[in-house]
């Protein structure tokens, strides 16, 4: 097949790659030796119009600028412009869906065009931006998805944020994780771990730090690493710097962590915390799990299986003092190994092998 995939971020991007890029860059490592993959990326300064990334091509839409909005714009006309001047080319056509990416492609006939939605946001919008930004972005999110016929969600949790059309084709195909995480002889050192972007409001951050003030007094020997980077820092320096100097001693920031060094940062992290106020199926907590780590996560849907498996504790969401109780019962009660290896056993089902083996079934189906 021929597929053409809309990823707004991608390898080296000026604006950073979350999850949505590390989903595509892992599916389409697996496929492109049996079919022929194009990546539709937004464009940034600097970007070139054509590369060869990883082994795949990638072409770059949009506007070279560092404004975010006006980046994400640029790349929803584009994008949408280049699907249906050269859509005929392809086989199949993967979007990746952002409220922010007005390409109102659902209108889109001439080939077979999927949806893939990662998460649902929803009334958070208006708590994160000012009603002028929150609306339209509440508004898409709320009735696009359901326009499209083809859909990909990444989670149950996700899918049943909407409602879809009778007539309608979705799938749910999750996230997965490296086998080798498996093999990982866990550890256990003197620190919890939070793994991710740097977003203060989406990642709970701030709820992170007051809970783990609280999980200090109980264990002042216990350390908070925190790994990630984003367009947040700043904003997440001032709370740390907040915070009592007998908890900022503790918390160490490491930046952004990839490869073995993040492997290493799992392995022996005492336990692993989500604290998320909204979340896709959240790939540091698979591979947390994969890694034989117990976690602590928020009480959303989209983490609900991290419990369900029994792998961890979850707390009230955006409740710091909930966190900390959650964090000291874990630390507490001695299970801490056995959850982590319910979780291992668990997880050992969603590999990036099976995940891209499900997706390219689909893909091939429409």
Request: charge should be positive; hydrophobic fraction near 40%.
């Amino acid at each position: 097949m021929k597929i053409l995939h809309l990823l707004y971020e991608s390898s080296g991007d000026y604006f950073g790659i979350g999850g949505v890029g590390r989903r595509a860059y892992e599916i389409y490592d697996r496929l492109k030796r049996r079919h022929d993959v194009t990546l539709l990326c937004r464009s940034y300064p600097h970007a070139p119009k054509e590369a060869e990334i990883e082994g795949l091509r990638h072409v770059f839409v949009g506007l070279k600028t560092k404004s975010f909005l006006k980046a994400l714009l640029g790349y929803a006309w584009y994008a949408s412009s280049f699907v249906r001047r050269h859509g005929r080319d392809y086989d199949v056509i993967v979007e990746e869906f952002s409220p922010a990416l007005p390409t109102f492609l659902d209108t889109y006939r001439d080939r077979p065009l999927a949806l893939q939605v990662q998460g649902y946001t929803g009334k958070q919008y208006f708590d994160k931006y000012g009603i002028s930004y929150a609306a339209p972005l509440y508004i898409m999110e709320r009735y696009r998805v359901p326009a499209y016929r083809n859909l990909i969600f990444v989670s149950e949790a996700a899918k049943a944020r909407y409602r879809l059309r009778a007539n309608c084709k979705p799938t749910v195909i999750s996230n997965g994780i490296s086998e080798g995480l498996l093999e990982v002889k866990p550890g256990r050192s003197d620190y919890i771990l939070c793994l991710g972007r740097i977003d203060v409001h989406h990642k709970g951050l701030d709820v992170l730090l007051g809970g783990y003030a609280g999980f200090c007094k109980v264990f002042p020997d216990v350390r908070l690493v925190i790994a990630g980077t984003g367009r947040d820092m700043g904003g997440f320096s001032v709370l740390v710097e907040a915070l009592p100097q007998a908890v900022r001693r503790n918390i160490q920031c490491t930046g952004w962590v990839d490869g073995q060094q993040k492997t290493a940062l799992l392995r022996d992290a005492l336990f692993v915390v989500a604290p998320s106020r909204y979340e896709t199926q959240n790939i540091v907590i698979l591979e947390a799990l994969a890694c034989a780590k117990a976690v602590v996560v928020s009480d959303i849907p989209e983490l609900r299986y991290a419990v369900d498996c029994g792998a961890g504790l979850s707390f009230r969401s955006e409740d710091a003092s909930s966190l900390a109780a959650a964090m000291v019962q874990l630390a507490s009660q001695g299970r801490i190994e056995e959850m982590g290896a319910q979780g291992r056993l668990w997880v050992s089902d969603y590999t990036w092998d099976k995940v891209s083996l499900s997706y390219e079934r689909y893909i091939a189906s429409l």
